[in-house]
């Protein structure tokens, strides 16, 4: 019997029905979780760009964290907030601001340890929600988008298997062909030279995502259903303090963090949480990134006078426990500095490309059957641009009103679904919301610079403003490479019209 591994046409063919309806099967909220994943690689720039006239200081020194715990303690006390524990972020390279959090108290903290005005990273935190759970309750949420890099991966993998060619036409790249053809060669194109960025980005989103989902499975069948001692395979117990505790004196900072410096001295340190502040059996924690390691950082466990009760080891762990501990950094790019988040951002962009090029393929093939799907088509292009002019606007709407971004982004994409489905034409919706997205950006900055002023163009809100500016002039490129197409289109036409009638 001959053994041969060129793929059969049979094979190929059921490769590429099954890579079509996972794609149509997943297509809308897959394209929102690439499109909001690709701007929360700015996560912490766009934290800062939120409140741009806020102090950064990476120095501090260790009395402010005893003032602040003080004035935090006694904020949550006249507030009559419950809390167990104090967490600070410490300022470092990503958040050059000093934060306290008590309870649901989230203040700024000044260099002298008083206590400034409230943290509200609203906007940000529903980037980052819509991407991990698309908005709905964390435990749904979560596993659905775990479940969806799960099918991001089929497709990715399906993909490459449905083009036995795919070595040979890696340079094939027919922009003045057809529509179908300049989609399908943007389509493996960009599938083929950016595979293994997005088979990470699926397989690190999957992992994180479906975790939760694993730590019950694997509670059920070893620890009788306990998942806190799955967790605890990972991370240290957390203390506990007994009933009626008595007060003592409050953490020695200074001393802490002197430690600090002689057992870590290259580590960055980027939190701090005080366990039971001026009770019995406090506890402090401090966490750290590790240079040249992947894992999102290291934890210290300190007793009150400095002295150290043990490092958590997540940097030195078994491989298991590291490869988990790094999947965090490498789904979102925060290593290796910003070139890094740079590349990510170009190559989120080009996976949205990629889930809009395949389903345009699709509906451009069912319309040279004979069998078009106008609606379908109204509404999904409602959504390829819709979705990003939502997000633009919710950015907009509550810089300026502190509308929830949720409903607005939600409400948006929706409402244009619904109307598209009834109304318009397919050129007239992209038109339409190619120039309303370029709108929202540009009104996103210029909102911000009103409320800001001159905050508005520094550190990371040059940063937050430069991706705004950017996408809008992306797509204002794109609305005139669209309006060449169609001019030389007609004039091709007309010439060709004029030559026939001779």
Same mark, same amino acid.
């Given at each position: 019997?001959?053994?041969?591994?060129?793929?059969?046409?049979?094979?190929?063919?059921?490769?590429?029905?099954?890579?079509?309806?996972?794609?149509?099967?997943?297509?809308?909220?897959?394209?929102?979780?690439?499109?909001?994943?690709?701007?929360?690689?700015?996560?912490?720039?766009?934290?800062?760009?939120?409140?741009?006239?806020?102090?950064?200081?990476?120095?501090?020194?260790?009395?402010? $964290?005893?003032?602040?715990?003080?004035?935090?303690?006694?904020?949550?006390?006249?507030?009559?907030?419950?809390?167990? *524990?104090?967490?600070?972020?410490?300022?470092?390279? @990503?958040?050059?601001?000093?934060?306290?959090?008590?309870?649901?108290?989230?203040?700024?903290? =000044?260099? @002298?340890?008083?206590?400034?005005?409230?943290?509200?990273?609203?906007?940000?935190?529903?980037?980052?929600?819509?991407?991990?759970?698309?908005?709905?309750?964390?435990?749904?949420?979560?596993?659905?988008?775990?479940?969806?890099?799960?099918?991001?991966?089929?497709?990715?993998?399906?993909?490459?298997?449905?083009?036995?060619?795919?070595?040979? @036409?890696?340079?094939?790249?027919?922009?003045?062909?057809?529509?179908?053809?300049?989609?399908?060669?943007? &389509?493996?194109?960009?599938?083929?030279?950016?595979?293994?960025?997005?088979?990470?980005?699926?397989?690190?989103?999957?992992?994180?995502?479906?975790?939760? !989902?694993?730590?019950?499975?694997?509670?059920?069948?070893?620890? @009788?259903?306990?998942?806190?001692?799955?967790?605890?395979?990972? $991370?240290?117990?957390?203390?506990?303090?007994?009933?009626?505790?008595?007060?003592?004196?409050?953490?020695?900072?200074?001393?802490?963090? =002197?430690?600090?410096?002689?057992?870590?001295?290259?580590?960055?340190?980027?939190?701090?949480?005080?366990?039971?502040?001026?009770?019995?059996?406090?506890?402090?924690?401090?966490?750290?990134?590790?240079?040249?390691?992947? !894992?999102?950082?290291?934890?210290?466990?300190?007793?009150?006078?400095? /002295?150290?009760?043990?490092?958590?080891?997540?940097?030195?762990?078994?491989?298991?426990?590291?490869? $988990?501990?790094?999947?965090?950094?490498?789904?979102?790019?925060?290593?290796?500095?910003?070139?890094?988040?740079? %590349? $990510?951002?170009?190559?989120?962009?080009?996976?949205?490309?990629?889930?809009?090029?395949?389903?345009?393929?699709?509906?451009?093939?069912?319309? #040279?059957?004979?069998?078009?799907?106008?609606?379908?088509?109204?509404?999904?292009?409602? #959504?390829?641009?819709?979705?990003?002019?939502?997000?633009?606007?919710?950015?907009?709407?509550?810089?300026?009103?502190?509308?929830?971004?949720?409903?607005?982004?939600?409400?948006?994409?929706?409402?244009? *679904?619904?109307?598209?489905?009834?109304?318009?034409?397919?050129?007239?919706?992209?038109?339409?919301?190619?120039?309303?997205?370029?709108? =929202?950006?540009?009104?996103?900055?210029?909102?911000?610079? *009103?409320?800001?002023?001159?905050?508005?163009?520094? &550190?990371?809100?040059?940063? %937050?403003?430069?991706?705004?500016?950017?996408?809008?002039?992306?797509?204002?490129? *794109?609305?005139?490479?669209?309006?060449?197409?169609?001019?030389?289109?007609?004039?091709?036409?007309?010439?060709? /019209?004029?030559?026939?009638?001779?």
């Amino acid at each position: 019997m001959k053994f041969s591994l060129k793929p059969t046409p049979a094979f190929v063919r059921d490769m590429t029905d099954g890579h079509s309806v996972l794609g149509l099967a997943v297509s809308t909220l897959l394209y929102i979780v690439c499109v909001s994943g690709t701007l929360a690689v700015f996560y912490n720039e766009f934290e800062r760009w939120e409140q741009a006239s806020e102090l950064e200081n990476l120095e501090v020194s260790p009395s402010a $964290y005893q003032l602040a715990t003080e004035q935090a303690v006694a904020l949550a006390k006249e507030e009559k907030e419950e809390f167990d *524990s104090i967490k600070f972020t410490i300022p470092n390279t @990503d958040m050059p601001r000093l934060t306290v959090e008590v309870g649901d108290i989230e203040r700024y903290v =000044a260099a @002298d340890g008083s206590l400034l005005g409230k943290v509200e990273h609203e906007w940000t935190h529903f980037l980052a929600y819509l991407h991990f759970a698309l908005n709905l309750p964390l435990g749904l949420g979560v596993p659905l988008v775990g479940l969806i890099g799960v099918l991001m991966a089929a497709l990715i993998l399906s993909g490459l298997l449905a083009h036995p060619k795919i070595i040979k @036409d890696a340079f094939s790249f027919r922009l003045t062909g057809s529509k179908r053809l300049q989609q399908v060669d943007l &389509h493996n194109r960009l599938g083929v030279w950016a595979s293994p960025f997005h088979l990470a980005i699926a397989i690190t989103g999957a992992f994180i995502g479906l975790s939760q !989902v694993a730590a019950f499975a694997i509670a059920g069948l070893f620890f @009788d259903g306990d998942t806190e001692r799955v967790e605890h395979i990972l $991370y240290r117990e957390h203390p506990i303090m007994e009933e009626n505790a008595p007060e003592m004196p409050l953490p020695d900072f200074a001393e802490i963090l =002197a430690q600090m410096e002689r057992i870590a001295p290259n580590e960055e340190r980027t939190k701090l949480e005080v366990a039971f502040p001026g009770r019995e059996g406090q506890v402090v924690e401090i966490w750290t990134r590790v240079p040249e390691k992947l !894992v999102w950082g290291e934890r210290y466990h300190f007793n009150p006078d400095g /002295s150290l009760i043990e490092k958590e080891g997540w940097s030195e762990g078994d491989a298991a426990k590291q490869v $988990y501990l790094s999947t965090f950094r490498l789904h979102f790019g925060h290593f290796s500095g910003f070139p890094v988040k740079i %590349a $990510y951002f170009l190559l989120g962009i080009g996976m949205c490309v990629l889930v809009v090029s395949g389903i345009n393929i699709w509906l451009v093939r069912k319309r #040279q059957r004979g069998q078009p799907a106008k609606r379908l088509e109204r509404v999904w292009m409602a #959504q390829v641009w819709g979705i990003p002019f939502a997000i633009a606007l919710s950015a907009v709407t509550y810089l300026a009103f502190a509308v929830p971004a949720a409903q607005v982004f939600w409400g948006t994409t929706v409402v244009l *679904s619904v109307v598209a489905a009834f109304a318009g034409t397919v050129a007239g919706w992209s038109m339409l919301l190619r120039g309303a997205t370029i709108a =929202a950006c540009v009104l996103a900055v210029i909102v911000h610079t *009103s409320i800001f002023g001159a905050d508005s163009f520094v &550190h990371a809100s040059l940063v %937050a403003n430069a991706v705004w500016l950017l996408i809008a002039a992306g797509i204002a490129a *794109s609305c005139l490479y669209t309006w060449v197409r169609r001019r030389d289109g007609a004039f091709a036409s007309s010439v060709g /019209s004029a030559v026939g009638s001779r």
